[in-house]
């Protein structure tokens, strides 16, 4: 069965450095998401993206954030000058149509120190 | 945000019985929902969904049952077996939207042999 892929497993970044999380999703999905958990917190949405552009952010998308499909098959997130506090899960999914269930990775734990 | 909301973190049952898992959410906008098992070190897995047009969706073991009047849906799996322990979280979005997962603080159930 085709699977959503992230990678890194696990990312440990100094704070305020870039990082770049980079997510598979599966082949003839159109619809793209990130999703984060902080630990002992729900998961919570990020951005979604379609058609090559963002087509919903949350508050928690601020500038710091941005998303990019550089090529066919990958869908990136990166996050700039990175901060204690965006330590999490982070968690890519895809679907073919936006109204149908979403398919996650298995996430990339991000460790800022 | 306790749009989505899980009151039980956990939940201890015998292997062969019901497990009954329950979700509650006030946004009257949601009208899609959906039930995702999460295995540690995994990324949430799609079990079920039921659109706001039905009030029961059947797939093998699992039935959700949805109560618009009361806000309420729950997860039934029968019979329960070892391989169901893993965290269990509703979602719901509008269907329209298609776009923005909102999640419950997730259930952890055990099934015991």
């Known amino acids: 069965e085709p699977e959503v892929t992230q990678t890194p497993s696990h990312q440990v970044t100094q704070m305020g450095q870039e990082v770049i999380l980079r997510c598979v999703p599966i082949?003839?999905?159109?619809?793209f998401y990130w999703y984060r958990q902080i630990l002992g917190q729900k998961v919570e949405f990020l951005v979604s993206f379609y058609n090559n552009e963002i087509s919903e952010k949350s508050e928690i998308f601020d500038d710091q954030f941005s998303v990019e499909r550089p090529d066919g098959s990958n869908f990136t997130l990166k996050i700039r000058s990175t901060k204690l506090e965006d330590s999490a899960m982070y968690f890519c999914?895809?679907?073919?149509?936006?109204?149908?269930?979403?398919?996650f990775g298995d996430g990339t734990r991000l460790s800022i120190l | 945000d306790q749009q989505v909301k899980q009151n039980s973190p956990s939940l201890s049952v015998q292997e062969g019985r019901i497990s009954i898992l329950n979700c509650d959410y006030t946004?009257?906008?949601?009208?899609?929902f959906l039930w995702y098992k999460k295995y540690p070190a995994e990324g949430p897995t799609f079990l079920i969904s039921i659109s706001s047009i039905k009030d029961k969706n059947e797939d093998g073991r699992f039935t959700v049952f949805l109560n618009k009047s009361a806000k309420h849906l729950s997860l039934h799996i029968v019979p329960s077996q070892p391989g169901d322990s893993a965290v269990y979280f509703c979602?719901?979005?509008?269907?329209?939207?298609?776009?923005?997962?909102?999640f419950g603080e997730g259930t952890q159930l055990t099934v015991n042999p």
């Open positions: 999914a895809s679907n073919r149509q936006g109204n149908q269930p979403q398919h």
């Open positions: 946004n009257s906008m949601f009208d899609y």
């Open positions: 979602a719901a979005d509008w269907e329209t939207s298609g776009s923005r997962l909102t």
């Open positions: 082949s003839n999905h159109l619809y």
